[in-house]
């Protein structure tokens, strides 16, 4: 077996598992009592998080060196003052459609192939964490440690980072930038069920 059709087939897995999994939410506030654990689930039970988050692995490995690295880098950086804000109760007003339109401004980004400058990239990407470190820090359980809770979700953020910079890797074959761009075309497209309510 080629390792064009391997990667192929796993890809092929790896989506078909995420569209048969059952819906999770990042926003329930419930479940976990705090800590690294739950920090390290808050962002990776709610599919708003994961599809951005994802997002910014994929467009960063679109883009290629150095973004590849640079906007794994800034959202988790960016969100900690995001989350900061959310902890402190300063007021951010749209903290779930900002959440939703990361999705869908960044799954545009990659279904279009755009080729936008780092800085124009990075900053896009630094709003964006802002709205998903807020709601990670307003959501911040009273029995949590805080610094613990931080560790939590800074470290899956990086982890689903590395998920979508593994995806876009496959850019290097015609089959994979067909996959990538419609892995960006479904992450908007849930950026909108998102915004709308239906999911």
Same mark, same amino acid.
């Given at each position: 077996?080629?390792? %064009?059709?391997?990667?192929?087939?796993?890809?092929? %897995?790896?989506?078909?598992?995420? *569209? #048969?999994? @059952?819906?999770? %939410? &990042?926003?329930?506030? +419930?479940? /976990?009592?705090?800590?690294?654990? &739950? @920090? /390290?689930?808050?962002?990776?039970?709610?599919?708003?998080?994961?599809?951005?988050? $994802?997002a910014v692995g994929l467009w960063g490995a679109f883009l290629g060196k150095p973004a590849i690295w640079i906007l794994p880098v800034v959202f988790p950086l960016v969100m900690a003052v995001g989350a900061?804000? @959310? =902890?402190?109760? !300063?007021? %951010?007003?749209? $903290?779930e459609p900002g959440i939703a339109m990361s999705a869908v401004v960044l799954g545009l980004m990659i279904l279009f192939a755009v080729r936008a400058p780092l800085w124009v990239a990075a900053t896009l990407v630094g709003v964006f964490a802002i709205f998903h470190g807020y709601a990670h820090g307003a959501e911040l359980p009273?029995? &949590?440690?805080?610094?613990?809770?931080?560790?939590? /979700?800074? *470290?899956a953020t990086g982890l689903l980072h590395l998920? @979508? !910079?593994?995806?876009? *890797?496959? !850019?290097?074959?015609?089959?994979?930038?067909? +996959?990538?761009?419609?892995?960006?075309? !479904? =992450?908007? #497209?849930a950026g909108l069920a998102f915004l709308t309510g239906v999911a």
């Open positions: 077996m080629s390792q %064009l059709s391997r990667f192929s087939r796993t890809a092929g %897995l790896a989506v078909s598992t995420l *569209l #048969l999994a @059952g819906p999770a %939410l &990042a926003h329930g506030g +419930a479940g /976990f009592g705090g800590g690294f654990g &739950a @920090g /390290f689930t808050h962002p990776v039970l709610g599919w708003d998080h994961v599809a951005a988050m $994802v900061a804000m @959310g =902890i402190a109760g !300063i007021p %951010l007003p749209a $903290v009273s029995t &949590a440690n805080a610094f613990a809770f931080a560790v939590g /979700f800074v *470290l998920c @979508g !910079i593994a995806l876009g *890797l496959s !850019i290097k074959w015609p089959a994979g930038r067909v +996959a990538v761009r419609g892995a960006g075309a !479904i =992450i908007s #497209l």
